[in-house]
């Protein structure tokens, strides 16, 4: 495909030989109702980029002639839905008609790669031209649920780097980023009536270096959490870019931190809590939390502040974890097995279905919807709510035959912390190999499905858990390049995966070096490569790591083989 866009639009037309739109130095923007924020995005990114200010067309009939003209159009609506848009160059200017605001914003950011890489810089260079090649796209997305799970717990992820993620996600024409915000080695949210949760729970004196089978340790604290306002300004961030963030409060397991703010919260029973700190060691953890009302109230005032600052229009769902839960201190402690009794459940798995189950309802009062892991589905669950299916299909699959809807997070497939390729260079390696071209040739949807459960995947994500990646380079490199990958699964119509054109995809990632056909001299080559180059993106580079991305001698947790599929 032509000018080398990522991910793959439904249908592109250019017109053969050089001819472009070439624009003036001060092109003007025509921004219909609707239209706004995406007029307003563009102005931020192409006045950094080419320093244009790109005032409003005159006469501002949106109409009318102009450089950028952006338009919701029901026409557009009703062929390729809300997400889906027209972008056509011609000698009249671009012109973006979007079936609802996302469309047009999804046109816009196929606006920006056909720039070129440049017009992904923050400061224009010198001598910069710019153009675009004649021509059409029509574009729709495949799936509604496009995401990246960020694990900001294992490592903190400051607020400027959730920022530089969203921008990253809408790149690529993702529009889900799922927060995780809490877990054993730290909770990264402020609660203002709990402050001891970030008080406390949100740094760790030391944390082991490398994965658990590695005796090395890094004594240098860690920590971090996001204010009420940094969460604000997070979730609005990502709401003019058309991407939700759906926070997660993992219970009952994974709740160390908590635990060590408030010892209350554990089996105080079995354990001594209050000598428990923030968890500094990986894996899973047994310091659960404990089943009594007080802990179910507890929890109910965080999510009565997670819900006030992540707005049902934002995020209908809130994701309350469920995975990993330990029954061991539940077995040994005499008050849950009392609980066990009052509450007329079979064992200590009823308690963490009662648990689940309680927060189910609690959302669904509130007019939200709870999804979680898939071990949530063990004791069944409300309607309405959903499963992430990360320990394989199967999870996913039961859940849709049974009528939920379904996020596709395969750990075996999409857990961008498993390694890139075999080798010792691998920084920490950890999980089975998946490589680029593993993650192009996932399938979402498990050909085992029947037609009515498929319509229960709302879509796919991919999750990255830091346990390894100590900053921001670190992560970069295990969700580069693989993230564009993921990003034309869930976008484009591929076809089923053994069918799919690997080559094509790649040809567009690296593009050609010193020009190509149909593009004048001094217009950059491309290939997405040059973009993330130019986003500042630390990618791992298709040869393999570089010296400094390279972790020697630090141990991971590779596994041999190649993962089931289902
Ligand atoms: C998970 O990876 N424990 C959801």
Same mark, same amino acid.
């Not at 346990?467 to 100590?470: G, L, N, S, T, Y």
């Given at each position: 495909m032509d000018h080398d866009l990522i991910p793959a639009p439904r249908e592109a037309t250019f017109q053969a030989g050089a001819v472009r739109y070439a624009f003036g130095p001060e092109p003007d923007l025509a921004a219909g109702p609707g239209t706004q924020a995406t007029a307003r995005w563009l102005r931020g990114v192409l006045g950094a980029a080419a320093g244009w200010s790109l005032p409003p067309a005159e006469p501002a009939d949106p109409d009318g002639r102009a450089d950028v003209r952006l338009l919701v159009d029901e026409g557009v609506g009703r062929e390729l839905g809300p997400e889906g848009y027209e972008l056509t160059v011609s000698a009249d200017g671009a012109l973006i008609r979007g079936g609802g605001p996302a469309g047009v914003f999804w046109g816009a950011q196929t606006l920006r790669q056909l720039l070129g890489p440049h017009a992904f810089r923050r400061a224009p260079l010198p001598g910069a031209r710019w153009s675009l090649p004649y021509g059409t796209v029509r574009d729709a997305p495949r799936f509604g649920w496009r995401g990246l799970l960020l694990d900001v717990c294992r490592h903190f992820l400051p607020k400027d780097g959730v920022l530089r993620y969203i921008d990253l996600l809408a790149a690529h024409k993702l529009n889900v980023l799922h927060l995780h915000l809490t877990d054993d080695q730290g909770w990264r949210i402020e609660i203002k009536r709990h402050p001891r949760l970030t008080g406390v729970g949100a740094w760790r004196p030391r944390s082991r270096w490398g994965h658990r089978d590695s005796p090395l340790w890094n004594d240098t604290p860690h920590g971090g959490f996001y204010t009420q306002d940094d969460i604000r300004e997070i979730v609005a961030y990502a709401a003019a870019r058309h991407v939700r963030v759906v926070p997660e409060i993992d219970?009952? +397991?994974?709740a160390q931190a908590a635990i060590a703010a408030y010892p209350e919260l554990g089996n105080t029973d079995v354990v001594d809590t209050a000598a428990l700190g923030v968890w500094d060691d990986w894996g899973i953890n047994e310091n659960v939390l404990a089943p009594t009302e007080a802990v179910l109230r507890f929890y109910e005032g965080v999510f009565e502040e997670v819900l006030e600052l992540f707005p049902a229009e934002v995020s209908p769902f809130v994701h309350v +974890? +469920?995975?990993?839960?330990?029954?061991t201190q539940w077995a040994a402690s005499r008050a849950a097995q009392e609980r066990i009794r009052e509450l007329g459940v079979k064992d200590e798995d009823g308690l963490q279905s009662w648990f689940i189950r309680h927060f189910d309802g609690w959302l669904a009062e509130r007019g939200r919807r709870l999804i979680g892991w898939d071990e949530i589905l063990e004791g069944g669950l409300a309607d309405g709510a959903a499963v992430s299916s990360w320990r394989g299909y199967a999870g996913g699959i039961a859940a849709a035959e049974a009528g939920h809807d379904v996020v596709m997070c395969p750990e075996q497939q999409v857990y961008l912390d498993h390694r890139q390729a075999p080798g010792p260079d691998e920084p920490m390696p950890i999980g089975y190999v998946r490589t680029l071209e593993d993650v192009y040739r996932f399938?979402?949807?498990?050909?085992?499905?029947?037609a009515r459960a498929a319509e229960r995947v709302l879509g796919a994500q991919a999750n990255v858990w830091t346990?390894?990646?100590?900053h921001q380079g670190r992560v970069d490199y295990q969700v580069f390049p693989r993230l564009a990958a993921f990003a034309e699964v869930v976008w484009s119509r591929l076809p089923e995966p053994g069918a799919r054109d690997y080559a094509d995809f790649e040809g567009r990632m690296g593009g050609l070096e010193g020009g190509r056909p149909g593009v004048p001299a001094g217009v950059p080559a491309g290939g997405h490569y040059a973009r993330l180059d130019a986003l500042g993106v630390d990618y791992r580079p298709p040869g393999g790591p570089l010296p400094w991305q390279r972790r020697p001698g630090v141990l991971g947790r590779p596994k041999d083989g190649v993962p089931p599929t289902v």
């Open positions: 219970l009952p +397991g994974h +974890g +469920g995975d990993e839960c330990p029954k399938e979402p949807v498990p050909p085992q499905l029947s346990e390894v990646m100590e």
